[in-house]
């Protein structure tokens, strides 16, 4: 069977609507049925699904999960809200930045650009709303922040890219802070200009800051200090050589848990159950999708697709900096109707060649690939993101999507800078 055929048979599955997961499992499947001197049989498609499983660094997936959901339940997103809508609530476009800052910081504890969304977005959009800011612009600056969810450390994508380059995952998270903290100031400046251009309630907010400010920094520090040191104690403890990601990832489920339970007393005992119901219903499809994701992949690798990828676009293209090109266009295409996770396994062993034979490093190129996927997570069809923004605020997807467009462009703004100065990624 030709890989053209797959590739369209694949596309063709998405394009009625079949479930990610099952596609990429009917497409490594199709290959040994239509023809049976095929080496993939539907045996091996399955055992390689089964050892998809046997993954120690893939165990931190579900642990960060787990921890974004303890932390969403208890309050932590509205913490650290309090803390930077207090230090910059009143200087121009400070709500919408405090929001910004807000995802960032999240995102460093959920490693989820959804979950980041839902956490984040549930709290500030009425707070914006209420504050005078336009639903759909507080909409969208939370749909488009979130994707900071999966590049500031520890992210999901990076550790299924380390899984698929077998790159270290440790190395991968130093390499997405600057960038990640890049996009937010990109993002921050856009909401300066919009806020400059159609004005601020500034009566109001002043407020709302003053509000703030008047239970006193001592009291915002007791409360907000452990949600802001929860990334410090999770990346500390993987550069501190004290435990791996994985290790790292279970660690914050306890820490998560410590906090909500006995300092913000935020949750229950009685709780738990229903939070770990909510982790098994959120990383149970996304199971299935990851080790069908590997099943497909090794299937397309028998294939020899990878070589023809590479040798075409080597062959094709020359110059560096148009196969850089070329690569971001393919992604944010792919991005665009496929969810991040399975492209990052699918794309990687197909890709990862061509870099490597221009002279890219794979951290680098790793972070490129993760910020260009991101950008799909606010583009239609699939911009879950843009779905789990509206299912918040009832505005229509469509609407949202348009009223990202400049952040949108911020996005892709600092997709080329990290692309084509690799030291951003690399300098840590």
Not at 17 to 45: E, Q, R
Not at 68 to 79: C, H, L
Not at 251 to 264: E, G, H, K
Not at 302 to 308: K, S
């Amino acid at each position: 069977m030709s890989v053209a055929a797959v590739f369209i048979i694949f596309l063709l599955l998405l394009f009625i609507a079949v479930p990610i997961g099952s596609t990429l499992g009917i497409s490594s499947i199709l290959p040994s049925l239509l023809d049976a001197d095929f080496t993939a049989s539907a045996s091996y498609v399955v055992r390689s699904m089964v050892s998809g499983l046997d993954s120690f660094p893939l165990l931190a997936v579900p642990m960060f999960v787990l921890s974004g959901i303890v932390m969403a339940r208890g309050g932590v997103s509205r913490k650290l809200f309090d803390v930077f809508a207090y230090f910059i609530g009143k200087k121009t476009a400070g709500m919408p930045c405090a929001v910004i800052i807000t995802c960032l910081f999240y995102g460093a504890i959920s490693g989820s650009a959804p979950a980041t969304v839902a956490a984040v977005g549930s709290m500030t959009i009425p707070i914006l709303v209420n504050l005078g800011y336009d639903k759909t612009f507080s909409t969208a600056i939370v749909a488009v922040a979130g994707g900071l969810g999966v590049i500031i450390p520890p992210s999901i994508p990076f550790i299924l890219y380390s899984m698929a380059s077998g790159e270290s995952v440790g190395e991968l998270f130093k390499a997405g802070i600057i960038p990640g903290i890049l996009i937010a100031f990109l993002l921050m400046a856009y909401a300066f200009y919009y806020c400059k251009k159609h004005g601020e309630d500034r009566e109001q907010i002043g407020g709302v800051v003053d509000e703030l400010r008047k239970r006193g920094f001592g009291h915002l520090m007791k409360t907000g200090l452990w949600a802001l040191i929860t990334p410090v104690i999770i990346l500390g403890c993987i550069y501190g050589g004290i435990a791996s990601p994985t290790e790292a990832a279970v660690i914050s489920v306890f820490y998560s848990l410590f906090i909500s339970l006995f300092i913000y007393k935020s949750l229950k005992p009685k709780d738990i159950l229903d939070i770990l119901r909510e982790a098994v219903q959120t990383y149970g499809p996304l199971l299935f999708i990851l080790i069908a994701s590997t099943a497909f992949s090794r299937v397309l690798t028998l294939m020899q697709v990878p070589q023809q990828v590479s040798g075409w676009i080597l062959n094709t293209f020359s110059a560096k900096t148009v196969i850089i090109l070329v690569i971001i266009l393919f992604l944010t295409v792919v991005g665009m109707i496929m969810d991040t996770s399975p492209a990052i396994l699918i794309t990687t062993p197909i890709l990862l060649p061509v870099v490597v034979g221009v002279g890219i490093d794979p951290i680098h190129f790793g972070v490129i690939m993760v910020v260009n996927l991101a950008i799909g997570f606010v583009t239609p069809p699939v911009g879950v993101n843009l779905f789990v923004a509206s299912s918040l605020s009832d505005i229509p997807v469509i609407n949202i999507a348009q009223k990202a467009i400049p952040l949108i462009i911020m996005f892709f703004v600092a997709l080329f800078l990290i692309a084509f100065i690799p030291a951003i990624s690399l300098t840590l």
